[in-house]
């Protein structure tokens, strides 16, 4: 039985760019950029960790008016 990408803890290129609706091209220019989240290589092979990406893709999250608190508006 094959694992949901999101309950593993390594990735392909192919899986994260799914996950988090990026596509393996983009993936792959940031690694050449030395630019994105964590990844390793395992000869010809690149893995992300899940964890690593999430990170990545919650770091630096974009604030609106409507999400701050109310005594700052």
């Known amino acids: 039985m ?3 990408p999101a309950q593993k803890k390594m990735v392909t290129t192919q899986e994260a760019a ?3 609706s990026v596509s393996s091209g983009t993936l792959q220019n940031w690694r050449s950029l030395k ?3 964590k990844f390793f290589r395992t000869g010809r092979k690149v893995l992300y960790r899940v964890e690593d ?3 990545f893709f ?3 999250p974009v604030l609106t008016i409507d999400s701050l608190p109310e005594v700052q508006r």
């Open 18 to 20: 799914h996950l988090f």
């Open 58 to 60: 919650t770091s630096n």
């Open 35 to 37: 630019h994105g989240p």
């Open 2 to 4: 094959q694992k949901n």
């Open 53 to 55: 990406l999430e990170n």
